[in-house]
Structures are given as structure tokens and as C-alpha cells.
């Protein structure tokens, strides 16, 4: 989801141990584990973080959708601009955003700014729509 790639963006995250269902009251459905989390002194790539995160948010804004459908209601663009960023990003037409690693969601952040707004692209500076924070 959305924190498991701001958690590996900012940090390398590494499983410690694993702790047992049973160690809790009342006991979950899960087992569990302790990870660490060891912070990076700079980003795993070079990109506009606050781009970056509004990609990973509307991917992950609807639940068990594909990618094109997130990232077209969530940025908003029209779905054929969100394959055409798909697939130039050598992502899977049909790929679910659960599935994509923090890599793809770079590729893909990197594909959707270069969508030229006056082709009917993206809106905003850099292709990808302002929504601040």
C-alpha cells in the first residue's frame, strides 16, 4: 500500500523476528513481526517527491482496481492517458497497484510528466496535477 512505499522510499526496512498471533489479547488473524527501519541519507532516485506520492496515493486511493482505473480517477486523467503512462512505464496493461514495486511507481511518476498537457495530457507544471501537500 501507500505507507509500505513511503516506508522503503525513506528507509531500508528489515524484519527482525517474527512475533506469534498468540502474544496478543485478544489474538489477531495475523502473525506479526518486528522490522527495523534504517533511514536513508538520500532518496533511492532522483524525482519530485510530492509527484511521486500523489502517483502512489491515487493508485492506491481505490481498492482492487487496475492501476489505469486508480490512477485515472484518483489523478484525474482520462484512463487512456493512465495505459499510455502504463505501458510506457513497461508495466502490464493490467497490472494492480499492489503489485507494482517502488521502482515501477517511479517509472510510472517519470511516464505520466511526460504526458504534454497541450496533447490533452496532465494537467500542471511537469504533467501531473497540483493538489499541494
Known sequence: GAVS??????????????VSRGCFLPPPNVDSCVIRLDLRSQPPF??????FFQVVRAAFAQR???????LS???PIPKEQAAQAIAQAGLPPSVRPEQLT????YRLTLALCQVQP??????GQGGLPDRGG
Not at 5 to 18: I, M, T
Not at 102 to 105: K, N, P, R, S, V
Open 5 to 18: 512505499a513511503a516506508v522503503s522510499y525513506y528507509s531500508q526496512p528489515r524484519v527482525l523476528f517474527p
Open 118 to 123: 497541450s496533447q490533452g495530457g496532465l494537467p
Open 73 to 75: 480517477h484518483g489523478l
Open 64 to 70: 482492487r482496481k487496475t492501476a489505469a482505473n486508480s
Open 46 to 51: 532522483e524525482v519530485e517527491e510530492r509527484r
Open 102 to 105: 517502488l521502482e515501477d511507481f
